[in-house]
């Protein structure tokens, strides 16, 4: 903002740009543009750009990228967009990883810092700890918060002092999986299990850090279990000041 009556600039925080022509095919210099159009229209001075969170499931293969793809594009309008990084490889593996899939801690830290060198980069994400599915199109994701990959980022995101971007579904106490609807996916469990002590783990962890790690908690007003109310949001807010939110 400004003291000379100026507007505040106006930054959308989480954004995915639809780039996909075919399988395996994207135009991201078309996309930016169309981005870059929306956000003129819209009195958006910046966005921020991240990959979905892509998992090793075979109906996503040929779908992957992250950063360095919408890097290259948004280089056409410098100083409009800014960068998370990860959903394209760190969170592939982090779901590898929760399928019995061995991923090795140092490697895995050892991406995170080469995403962390590409220009403009602000943050990590989007990683996911329980994503549901909610068409025969999308893929079901689950990992655990407080997991030793989430630690893993959570250590080099102190390195580099910048926060991450998490996906997930509020679910307080182990339950059945949620009356809703899912549009013919087949993928989501039966039951969830609880995770929100395991989050209150992962942030004491990244609030030990110095500096401290922010992790903001994506997609608030976009509650599939119901759980993730205002009295759960107060408690959590309140204990934690390394803990943001963003709205969808």
């Known amino acids: 903002g400004s003291d000379d009556g100026g507007a505040w600039p106006m930054v959308d925080s989480h954004c995915h740009l639809q780039a996909r022509v ?31 969170p892509f998992t090793n499931q075979p109906s996503q293969a040929m779908g992957l990228y992250d950063c360095e793809s919408l890097v290259g594009a948004a280089t056409l309008y410098p100083g409009r967009f800014a960068f998370l990084c990860g ?20 490697d895995f830290k050892s991406q995170a810092r080469i995403l962390a060198q590409n220009p403009g980069f602000v943050g990590f994400g989007e990683l996911a700890a329980e994503h549901f599915c909610l ?9 655990l918060p407080d ?9 080099v995101a102190a390195e580099f002092n910048v926060p991450f971007d998490l996906h997930m579904e509020a679910v307080q106490s182990d339950r059945s999986f949620p009356s809703i609807k899912v549009n013919g996916c087949t ?17 004491t962890y990244a609030a030990a850090k110095s500096p401290p790690v922010r992790l903001v908690w994506d ?14 949001m107060d408690t959590m807010l309140g204990d934690f000041t390394n803990l943001y939110m963003s709205l969808k």
């Open 187 to 203: 993928a989501n469990p039966p039951t969830l299990s609880a995770n929100i002590g395991r989050l209150r783990t992962l942030l």
């Open 219 to 232: 997609h608030l007003s976009w509650d599939h279990t119901g759980e993730r109310v205002a009295s759960l």
């Open 22 to 52: 075919s399988p395996g095919v994207y135009d991201f210099d078309g996309a930016v543009a169309k981005a870059v159009e929306a956000m003129n229209a819209s009195g958006i001075d910046k966005m921020l750009l991240l990959p979905p």
């Open 147 to 155: 997991g030793d990959l989430f630690k893993a980022l959570v250590d």
């Open 87 to 106: 959903g394209g490889t760190l969170n592939v593996l982090i779901q590898k990883a929760k399928s019995g899939e061995t991923v090795d801690v140092e």
């Open 135 to 143: 068409g025969t199109k999308h893929v079901y994701e689950s990992a």
